[in-house]
């Protein structure tokens, strides 16, 4: 009766990777109909190399469009400022300067950047930390500065005596350490922004330089996605604004930052099936779903799951547009239930946001070579990819989506087990995903490995050139006269 339970149980397992374990990507179709051109994509990456990042800047108008209409819905004046850092590609930078977009940059390269894809300062806001010589070319390019510190403020009043800059510069102040007696929440620290105990001062300082400073209104940035925390932080923007205004300021934005989150996956049950095997694979009930054990940050005690997945939400409902929307639609109840949104309206505050990855959704694929097949020691099949895992990873983040495979020939064998992505340093840690992915067919040797929607962070936030692999190059694609063209990234044109 035992050895008939646990074939049974063998036999489910089987069945339900063989089913249900998979992690299918969303694609875009303007995408999906380059990768069904599939001698085209074998062509640049036998002339470019491997791995390649192809971008489709034509993307953006849409992802762009889908934020405008947020504000349109809650009739709201506003500016959708494109994160930078997101993305380093000189294609995408310059279809955004012809779009109805502005620009945030974070470093003096940067900026940088910025002016010379078609930017004008006015455009452009500068955000982070900052060194006096980003905070100088700011000045005199008549940048928005987000103020970061103290320091910084007083920095900007020094160096404009010494640059003899004569018209205001503008400048939002970065407020970080929010509170709410109303509200539970758990208000983490940060590194960034005028903490709310140097708001006086900050302001006594904008008073006081009233001529040289343009006093725009307030900021902040959070680290998380919960629409709780953001609404304690624009209420206690809003009583800062009133504040602001009782000293004779003149306060008319409040950017609200980024964190408007992505959806990577087709259907909600891959993510809920898969998450849940990988629960299951730690607890021992179900087989082993990644590289050594990996549990991203989940362990086990007494049989139940302690901590929490480590992940990124690769399915989510409420992401990008609808996002804002709901966090625009939230009431507070101690302002008459109001909405933030209707309260930004009724006092004609200007709402400024700052999405990264969600504005570059779709706009960006990363393609590599198959190197080879082999098992590992312990019997494992690995597919060595011609990249590394820094040439598609957000800092050390896994990525739980399906690559899509090219292959070559359409009879290749057919793979019912799970597979493990390598990278080609020689390194034990260079696994380019340390979860199973569970595949139609076993690829061969130069077959292509698609990672969809990688614009947005993971195709060269943490690319280096480790061992003196390269660094992936990047093309952009267009259509001309309903065909594919490219070019090179840094060679991209809108005209």
């Known amino acids: 009766m035992a050895d008939r339970a646990s074939a049974t149980r063998e036999k489910d397992n089987a069945e339900r990777i063989e089913k249900e374990l998979l992690l299918r990507p969303l694609v875009h179709p303007y995408i999906q109909e380059l990768l069904e051109e599939k001698n085209e994509l074998f062509s640049l990456v036998k002339a470019l190399g491997s791995p390649l990042n192809v971008l489709f800047p034509e993307i953006l108008a849409e992802n762009i ?60 806001e500068a955000t982070g930390p900052k060194n006096k010589q980003f905070l100088a070319l700011c000045i005199q390019q008549d940048v928005t500065i987000s103020v970061d510190s103290l320091w910084e403020l007083r920095a900007i009043i020094e160096l404009r005596k010494k640059l003899k800059h004569r018209s205001a510069t503008k400048v939002l102040l970065r407020l970080s350490g929010f509170t709410a007696a109303h509200s539970k929440f758990l208000n983490k620290g940060s590194r960034f922004g005028i903490t709310l105990n140097e708001i006086e001062e900050a302001l006594d300082l904008l008073e006081s330089h009233d001529q040289e400073l343009d006093f725009y209104g307030y900021s902040f940035h959070l680290d998380t996605v919960s629409i709780t925390e ?29 964190g408007y989150k992505v959806n990577y996956l087709e259907h909600e049950s891959d993510w809920n099936e898969y998450t849940t095997a990988l629960k299951e694979s730690v607890i021992g009930t179900g087989e082993s779903m990644t590289w050594q054990g990996n549990s991203f940050g989940m362990s086990t005690e007494n049989g139940k799951i302690k901590g929490n997945f480590n992940s990124y939400n690769f399915y989510d409902s409420e992401s990008g547009p609808d996002y804002l929307s709901a966090l ?8 008459g239930d109001k909405t933030a949104g209707s309260i930004l309206r009724d ?6 946001i700052e999405p990264g990855r969600s504005l570059v959704k779709q706009c960006g694929i990363t393609v590599s070579s198959v190197n080879n097949l082999r098992p590992s020691s312990t019997g494992d099949q690995l597919i060595l990819l011609n990249m590394k895992r820094q040439d598609v990873t957000f800092l050390d983040q896994e990525i739980f989506v399906d690559p899509l495979l090219i292959y070559r020939n359409e009879n290749n064998e057919e793979n019912r087990k799970g597979v493990y992505f390598a990278g080609n340093l020689c390194l034990e840690s260079d696994l ?21 929607n990688t614009a947005g962070y993971f195709m060269d936030f943490s ?33």
């Open 347 to 352: 006092n004609m505050i200007e709402l400024w």
């Open 328 to 335: 625009l639609s939230h009431k507070f109840p101690n302002l």
């Open 65 to 124: 469009e889908s934020f405008k209409s947020v504000f349109k819905e809650h009739n709201l004046q506003g500016r959708v400022f494109f994160a930078h850092k997101t993305n380093q590609s000189a294609s995408l930078v310059r279809q955004l300067a012809m779009e109805d977009a502005c620009l945030d940059v974070s470093s003096l390269k940067e900026l940088k950047h910025g002016l010379a894809s078609g930017f004008s300062g006015s455009r452009i």
């Open 230 to 258: 953001r609404a304690v932080a624009i209420e206690n923007c809003l009583e800062l604004i009133e504040e602001s205004i009782s000293r004779d300021l003149e306060p008319r934005v409040l950017c609200i930052g980024g």
């Open 432 to 452: 380019v995903y340390r979860h199973k992915t569970f595949l139609r067919a076993l690829p061969e040797e130069g077959d292509l490995v698609v990672f969809p």
């Open 463 to 495: 690319a280096c050139t480790s061992m003196m692999e390269p660094i992936a190059r990047k093309v952009a694609i267009k259509k001309e006269a309903g065909k594919f063209v490219w070019c090179l990234d840094e060679e991209f044109s809108v005209v």
